[in-house]
């Protein structure tokens, strides 16, 4: 059975994944499920998000990053939206999904929106914490390594859709992902 696609986005909060999500799913005939931690946060008891936060959450994340794989090799396609920073908490998340996922067929897309829109999103949304874009803003990104940016405020977000839907590498080429994976083995 032929892998199912993946398409990884990651980007800030307010960057637009989900209205991102929403149009690739809208402008594709095949189907593709959506996976965002915020699903698989809200599947842990709340007692052990408020005793043990970070620790919780990357079981949380772990728990998706295994998940993907899960989805492709049934043939499943997917899009993940998923927010991976350059912090301590976050230690091993983007190494754990490039090991995981290095021979499947990703996309793994930088969705970028500039600071003072994410920050005008944020404040219009009133459901966000203020403040939380700018510092994920700050903490985003460091590794370099995409296939693919989309400007969520420069294009609209049909185009954003538009120009991945035709970056789907055919399989075997080699992704953002298999390049991290080999600057990954180098340093062990
Ligand atoms: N291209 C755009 N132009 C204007 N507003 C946008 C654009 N994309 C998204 N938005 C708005 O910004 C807000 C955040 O978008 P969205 O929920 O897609 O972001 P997100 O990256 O999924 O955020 P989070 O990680 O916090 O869930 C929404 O109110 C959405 O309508």
Redo the contacts with the bound molecule.
Sequence with gaps: MNKGQIIFLN??????????TKKLQERNTDLYFHLSL?VYENMAPEKHLESNYWSTLSECASAMHNSIKTFSDAGFNVIV?H?ILDIPEEKGWLEECVTLLSDYPVVFVR?NCPIYELER?ER??GD?DIGQAKWQFERIHGHGTYDLEVN??EN??EECAELIMKNILPINNPSAFKRLYERNKEKI
């Design positions: 980007g800030t909060s307010s960057s637009g994944k989900t209205s991102l915020d939206d927010v969705v999103r219009d949304r966000r969520t405020f609209t977000i």
